[in-house]
């Protein structure tokens, strides 16, 4: 079992930055493989960055040069640090993870999440 706990969410304006953090505990195997998705109202999950254990990272289009992922293993802490947000990053983000994912953007490849942190961007 994994527990998962994001925290850094919050209210900024367009252009600003947040760091979210995603502090998991448990199994640590089941970690290899973690991301971060976004869930907007009346939109699906969607994948936005993931890495693995040997630490390949995966980015959706949207926001690759302005959102960066990265893990400290020894905190056995994911991190996302968003930068130049939008309007359109407004939404929860949720960490998940899984020992081994085929498609690390895919939210049905993941077995444990966090119960998500809120980003809210405004013009």
């Known amino acids: 079992q994994v527990q998962l706990v994001e925290s850094g969410g919050g209210s900024v304006q367009a252009g600003g930055s947040l760091r979210l953090s995603c502090a998991a505990s448990?199994?640590?195997?089941?970690?290899?493989?973690m991301g971060w998705f976004r869930q907007a109202p009346g939109k699906e999950r969607e994948g936005v960055a993931s890495?693995?254990?040997?630490?390949?990272?995966n980015y959706a289009d949207s926001v690759k040069g302005r959102f960066t992922i990265s893990k400290d293993n020894a905190k056995n802490t994911l991190y996302l640090q968003m930068n130049s947000l939008k309007p359109e990053d407004t939404a929860m983000y949720y960490c998940?993870?899984?020992?081994?994912?085929?498609?690390?953007?895919?939210?049905?490849?993941?077995?444990?999440w966090g119960q998500g942190t809120q980003v809210t961007v405004s013009s």
């Open positions: 890495i693995n254990s040997p630490g390949i990272t």
């Open positions: 448990g199994d640590t195997y089941s970690t290899a493989y």
């Open positions: 998940a993870a899984d020992s081994w994912v085929r498609y690390p953007l895919l939210r049905l490849q993941y077995k444990y």
